[in-house]
């Protein structure tokens, strides 16, 4: 069956330092991946879209890369700041399904002062 | 920035009634989603809608669902006979492109659905 796993359920790191979450994907074959956050309480927001023949995508202190062999997108957030305190969600679509989103369960990621 | 907004935050209903949850999405977006969230669960698809039909829905989507694009602006869930297993948090979206795999999907900030 189809399976999203994001790494740890919690990460928490020290302010300033790179934070690296991680999405693995088993018997999927995904067109797109996409990188959402979402606090508490609140919906999902989008941060970030790769597609399966780009390898690396970056926005400011974000980046995201895609190995599609391995099955893996990695995101990661340099130099991070307590406000990067959150649920990061990685999301796939499939290239039979250009609409819905499949979510993986997020990791928590806390950023210490 | 434009945004998605949904009511009501916080709907209590009994079970077996009838139950509306309403959105306005982004007023250029061509495509429509539900989604809905367990609490402590996964973000899990309901069901897409563009050019006033359902394009995809998933298995949860069953006959006790509809949508509806009832004007210019509202896009409506509609859950005929509520169960308890329906509590949920419920997200809309919103997108635009040609190709909706390529777009970045906007998200309202719920409602929470409780069922008595």
């Known amino acids: 069956s189809q399976k999203i796993e994001q790494n740890s359920e919690a990460l928490n790191i020290q302010e300033g330092k790179t934070a690296t979450l991680t999405c693995n994907y088993t018997?999927?074959?995904?067109?797109?991946l996409q990188w959402y956050r979402q606090d508490p309480g609140r919906g999902p927001v989008f941060l970030l879209l790769i597609r399966e023949n780009e390898k690396e995508k970056r926005k400011e202190r974000l980046k995201v890369t895609f190995d599609t062999t391995l099955k893996q997108s990695l995101f990661h957030i340099t130099a991070s700041q307590p406000a990067d305190s959150a649920t990061y969600l990685c999301?796939?679509?499939?290239?039979?399904?250009?609409?819905?989103?499949?979510f993986g369960s997020g990791t928590q990621l806390t950023v210490l002062p | 920035e434009p945004e998605v907004t949904q009511t009501p935050s916080h709907q209590v209903t009994q079970m077996g009634q009838e139950v509306i949850l309403r959105c306005v999405p982004i007023?250029?977006?061509?495509?429509f989603y539900w989604y809905r969230q367990i609490l402590g669960q996964k973000v899990e698809f309901l069901v897409s809608f563009y050019n006033n039909e359902i394009s995809e829905k998933s298995e949860i989507f069953d006959d006790q669902f509809s949508v509806e694009r009832p004007d210019g602006s509202n896009f409506t869930l509609k859950i005929r006979s509520t169960k308890l297993e329906d509590s949920a948090m419920y997200f809309c979206?919103?997108?635009?492109?040609?190709?909706?795999?390529?777009?970045?999907?906007?998200f309202g900030d719920g409602t929470r659905l409780s069922i008595l």
């Open positions: 979206a919103s997108s635009d492109g040609q190709l909706p795999g390529n777009q970045p999907q906007h």
């Open positions: 007023s250029n977006h061509l495509y």
């Open positions: 999301a796939l679509i499939s290239s039979g399904s250009a609409r819905q989103l499949t």
């Open positions: 018997n999927y074959s995904p067109a797109y």
